[in-house]
């Protein structure tokens, strides 16, 4: 189209000419940009502070195909750094207000909304793209899609991963002054799980201070909160998106604080206690978006080398960035070629099945695990008729089940609680007899 005639002659300069510090493989044409705006697929998940910038900055970047997933709704309050949302929009979803305004303002980009939550997906939606971009401020999700990736890898019998597998994904964060930018390469750099001890544990406050000795306006609002919504609302389930339950939490809140003679509690304050809002910062979110956005760049064309692997902003001081690079778990129950456990060469697949169950790394992840080895299901919880002609191997051997090999090998553990398949590596502590 001739409107878009000279738009991308930036894009150009680094797609077209070579380069001392181009990414392996790269070799400069025109075709690398017909490849991002017609074959490289990326999916956006968040369309909040953070995400609305990305689908900007990536939309800019040349990327022609892009998805956006959201379940929330536009609020007043995220009109002060959500730049593609109005007004008239409040209580709009998120994904679709965003996706529209996008292909408005970018003419030839085309982008698609979900509006839903990412559960609601299966793991073919999220297989379908070249890049996974998130722009989200819960650990549960980002752990949730974490392991999604994750159960994209598939690992060679040696342990050799299957680099076709791979699904790179860029995680950026925003906190107030703070953020971060990584690349995951699930497999290759350190999933999300193997940084998990990255991200500090949530501020809480104890009770015995709720209830006797409040100080401040968050012990007021969480005393309400904690402890006299369960009394003055008995059965009644707290939902921190009713305007009504916060009102009310806010009034309460309010008149604790002046029988202790203290002062500061206000509606956004008690937003933010409760739902554990960190104020965000317009430009922290610019600034982290494009370092994502880069690296989305330079992963899909190799126009230069990524990030190794993780870029930390600090901008209460100045401007200051940081970059480190972490290693990965090489025992992570996400990305590893399997989790290393030991049984005695004796044990029966029903005693491995209960020795998972009871290892604290899996407790939260098993509930009714379904066992193969090498594509033959050992035992499946499912179908019943599997179940039943299943059944008889829980008595036998597993050194057996695994062809009477006294090394090893690797089993692929299935369950309805986990996202992909979690891959255990089993090792005999005894010899096998052969008397």
């Known amino acids: 189209m001739e409107e878009l005639q000279g ?59 892009i998805d956006v997933i959201d379940m929330d709704t536009i609020d007043v309050s995220n ?31 085309m982008v698609t909304a979900h509006f839903c939550r990412i559960e609601e997906k299966d793991v073919d939606f999220y297989r379908q793209f070249q890049i996974i971009m998130l722009g989200l401020d819960s650990l549960e999700a980002r752990s949730y899609i974490n392991s999604v990736v994750c159960s994209f890898l598939e690992y060679e019998p040696d342990g050799g991963l299957d680099y076709s597998t791979i699904k790179p994904m860029v995680d950026g964060g925003t906190e107030g002054f703070k953020g971060h930018a990584r690349v995951i390469l699930p497999g290759v750099t350190p999933c999300f799980q193997c940084t998990l001890w990255l991200f500090p544990p949530q501020i809480t406050f104890p009770l015995c201070t709720l209830a006797e000795t409040p100080r401040s306006p968050a012990h007021c609002i969480e005393y309400v909160h904690l402890i006299q ?107 590893s070629p399997g989790v290393p456990i030991e049984v005695d060469c004796s044990c029966t697949l029903q005693e491995c099945i209960d020795t998972l169950l009871n290892d604290q790394r899996f407790k939260a992840k098993l509930s009714r695990p379904s066992v193969s080895f090498q594509g033959t299901n050992l035992y499946m919880q499912a ?14 051997s597993l050194l057996s089940l695994m062809g009477g090999n006294p090394s090893g090998g690797v089993l692929n553990i299935n369950d309805k609680k986990l996202h992909g398949v979690l891959r255990v590596r089993v090792s005999f502590s005894k010899e096998m007899d052969t008397t």
């Open 229 to 335: 919504w369960g009394q003055d609302r008995v059965g009644e389930k707290f939902d921190s998106d009713s305007p009504e339950h916060m009102k009310w939490i806010f009034e309460q809140a309010v008149k604790r604080a002046t029988q202790f003679c203290i002062s500061g509690v206000t509606y956004s304050l008690t937003q933010g206690v409760v739902k554990n809002i960190i104020p965000a910062i317009a430009s922290t979110n610019a600034i982290v978006s494009a370092v994502c956005a880069l690296e989305a760049l330079k992963i899909a064309t190799m126009c230069s080398k990524g990030m190794d692997n993780y870029m930390m902003y600090v901008g209460t001081q100045g401007v200051y960035t940081h970059t480190v690079s972490y290693e990965k778990d090489p025992n992570c129950i996400m990305c």
């Open 383 to 396: 179908p019943p008729i599997l179940e039943e002609l299943t059944r008889p191997n829980l008595r036998l």
């Open 79 to 109: 009109l002060n750094r959500q730049f593609l949302f109005r007004i008239h929009d409040v209580g709009k979803p998120k994904a679709q207000v965003a996706a529209d305004r996008i292909m408005q303002r970018v003419k030839g980009v």
């Open 7 to 65: 738009r991308w002659h930036d894009l150009d300069r680094l797609l077209l000419r070579p380069g001392n510090l181009v990414g392996p493989g790269f070799e400069p044409c025109a075709e690398l940009r017909d490849l991002l705006q017609n074959d490289c697929k990326v999916l956006v998940i968040g369309a909040g502070g953070l995400g609305c910038e990305l689908l900007k900055d990536l939309a800019l970047s040349g990327f022609g195909n």
